[in-house]
């Protein structure tokens, strides 16, 4: 497997375009909306389906070959003048993308579809390997781009697919897509009456699909072209058992469509929010107030870690960051709390041309570029004098303000000052409890988002996660440090100046402590920490004495990764897997879960770039929706990874 993309090559010599790489167009000249209608819309029956969707169902439809994004259009465009209430997800693999200008020639062929092609095209990811979740809730659609080889891609994926858009070129010109492992894969995603669509009608494809449990018709093709074929699935039974069930996500039907979030920083505003905006109803229960903890920082960076050679399509911190930043853009631009001011990762100082991009890697520009010296001056305003790596599309975040907008959401109830002391079962529901066990909630759904906090209740207590106390300073700008216009960051970051109060810079990390009282020797260690990125800036800022702070506790996990989905208690799972301590291999039990509990917790220092690709998962997990990640990324942010590695390291005594 690579995750090196080779973009598509377009020739436009003949006024639509034509792919180098396959030696064919991407779409008729007869009419291109004209085909997807007849082909992939008409064939899958789309247009009375999508009638029959109710405001409490989702559509889920997977394409091979998302080529200009002409079959997406239409389909959402169909999907919106259908009456649907619910709720299309739409999956596309590309193995060879097509570059954002190129994109937007291919679809201004469709002037009727020009604001969703507006919108798609906002939003269209870097081309870098992996899964691209795009939302667009006020056409009540998510689409996923996985760019990747198919092979790679489609067993990657978390989905009970409703219809298929076998797109792509032709079995003749694109021999490596319509094989076997395809035909397989979409059965693997099928239920009995999947539908299917697709312009071949070569001999190979109609065998494999039948091979693979598909009924299948030819039918007259578009235009000029004699037939195509179309189908369903037709194999009954249930689908696969999942191989690792201790990491199993079992789905858990919630019709009243509540939840009840406990916290509300990041983590819990994020889950708020993405669970609101598919029309749940939230409540969120803060002990204190908005971002009172971790994420109160006065300026959050928005930072991520690029994925390795070879390591994209699971590599969840790239993925999350992009979604981030994503979203964030989509932000109204007047009175925002995101400042897209761009961030600038220093070279180690003692390999002063060296950067944490790989020389193999060839990212996109827009997402990460080594500059010179020189040049990362210019960007910064002050002086640098190393290489760097420059993030254009990051900055940093007014966190509470934030947190509110997120908060402020239709259908979400924030009750601050509420402190859950205790949660119960009992009765189909979880209650949750005050000080004096008077009851502040009962609810079906209930999402831990505390942070370490969680460990304060006994279903949660045993969850290894480490507290890390964390100061920032806030120091008056001088006139040397004004001219700052990016984040700077090395092992430490500081912030452009703030409206009214300084930079933001730090910070320390301190395991083991509990204090959240602010130090002025910290503010000491900020400052050397600042100096060995800038000395200039750090000499220049006034005395630490005239400096402000804030303390709080960071809540991080043995692998950095945070926990996200739902729990078991841990002496029913110890004993249900007791055989991994030996190796054992045998048909172990479902996942004995807590019936709708869930944690959102262990973000340490990422959650503003963490956040809300992990709210999606969960918020899609909840609704039945298809993932927005890999299988393996679900697995490496299960909660209960920690307790199957302590079992199969034998380390648990007494099981």
């Known amino acids: 497997m690579t995750d090196t993309l080779r973009p598509a090559s377009l020739d436009w010599s003949q006024g639509i375009p034509f792919a180098r790489e396959f030696g064919d167009v991407y779409f008729s000249r007869a009419g291109g909306l004209a085909e997807t209608t007849h082909v992939f819309l008409q064939q899958n029956a789309l247009a009375a389906r999508f009638a029959r969707t109710g405001a409490a169902d989702n559509f889920t439809l997977v ?17 919106r003048r259908s009456g649907a ?50 939302c667009f809730p006020a056409w009540r659609v998510t689409l996923t781009l996985c760019f990747g080889d198919v092979a790679d891609c489609l067993p990657r994926l978390c989905a009970r697919v409703d219809a298929w858009f ?132 006065p300026a959050a960076v928005v ?22 930043l994503r979203e964030l853009a989509g932000l109204p631009r007047e009175d925002s709390p995101w400042h897209p001011c761009g961030i600038l990762q220093l070279a180690a100082r003692n390999e002063p041309d060296s950067t944490t991009i790989p020389d193999e ?15 990362a001056s210019t960007l910064a305003g002050v002086e640098i004098d190393r290489t760097a790596l420059f993030h254009a599309g990051a900055g940093w975040l007014e966190a509470e303000r934030h947190c509110r907008q997120l908060l402020a959401y239709p259908g979400i109830n924030l009750r601050e000052q509420t402190p859950v002391h205790r949660i119960e079962r009992g009765d189909g529901c979880w209650r949750l409890l005050d000080a004096q066990g008077e009851i502040l909630q009962e609810s079906a759904v209930v999402i831990v988002a505390t942070a370490g906090a969680a460990r304060q209740f006994p279903v949660l207590a045993t969850l290894p996660v480490n507290t890390v106390r964390g100061q920032v300073s806030l120091a008056p700008a001088s006139s040397l440090s004004a001219g700052l216009r990016t984040v700077v960051c090395e092992e430490g970051y500081i912030s452009p100046a703030l409206p009214g109060r300084g930079h933001c810079l730090g910070a320390t990390f301190q395991p083991g402590s509990s204090d959240t009282s602010v130090h002025l020797e910290d503010h000491a260690a900020n400052r050397a920490q600042l100096a060995a990125a800038l000395p200039r800036i750090a000499a220049s800022l006034p005395g630490e004495t005239t400096w402000t702070g804030r303390a709080a506790l960071r809540c991080q996990t043995p692998d950095y990764l945070p926990m996200a989905g739902p729990v078991a208690e841990r002496g029913i799972f110890m004993d249900s897997y007791a055989g991994l301590r030996d190796g054992k291999v045998m048909a172990y039990p479902d996942l004995p879960v807590l019936p709708g509990l869930y944690v959102n917790i262990g973000h340490g220092s990422k959650g503003f770039s963490q956040a809300a690709l992990v709210a999606e998962i969960l918020a899609a997990e909840l609704n039945g929706e298809p993932a927005p990640v890999s299988a393996a990324v679900l697995e490496s942010l299960h909660p209960m990874r920690f307790w199957a590695r302590e079992l199969r ?3 648990v005594a007494g099981c």
């Open 63 to 79: 394409e091979t070959g998302f080529g200009t994004g002409r079959n997406c259009l239409a389909t959402v465009d169909l999907w």
């Open 85 to 134: 209430t619910g709720w299309l997800h739409y999956t596309s693999i590309e193995k060879h993308p097509i570059a954002l200008d190129d994109l937007a020639r291919a679809q201004a062929c469709w002037p009727e579809l020009a604001e969703l092609a507006r919108e798609l095209q906002r939003q269209y990811p870097p081309l870098v390997a992996g899964f691209h979740r795009i």
């Open 166 to 297: 076998l797109d792509g070129f032709a079995p003749a010109r694109n021999p490596g897509m319509w094989n076997e492992a395809l035909y397989r894969g979409m059965a693997e995603c099928s239920t009995a009456g999947t539908t299917f669509a697709t312009y071949t009608a070569a001999g190979q494809v109609r065998h494999g699909l039948v091979a693979a449990g598909f009924a299948v018709e030819k039918v007259p093709g578009f235009s000029n072209k004699r037939d195509m074929l179309r189908g369903h699935f037709t194999a009954t039974g249930a689908p696969p058992r999942h191989p690792r069930p201790w990491l199993q996500r079992p789905s858990f039907p919630a019709p009243a469509r509540e939840a009840c979030v406990i916290g509300a920083g990041i983590a819990g505003a994020q889950t708020a929010h993405r669970l609101a905006l598919r029309g749940w109803r939230v409540t969120v229960l803060e002990a204190e107030r908005v971002a009172g903890a971790g994420s109160g920082n």
């Open 303 to 324: 930072y991520g870690r690029l994925a390795a050679r070879g390591k994209a399509l699971d590599h969840f911190p790239q993925q999350a960051w992009l979604f981030a």
């Open 361 to 375: 890697a060839c990212w996109p520009p827009e997402l990460a570029r080594v500059v010179s010296a020189a040049e």
């Open 649 to 651: 390291r034998g380390k």
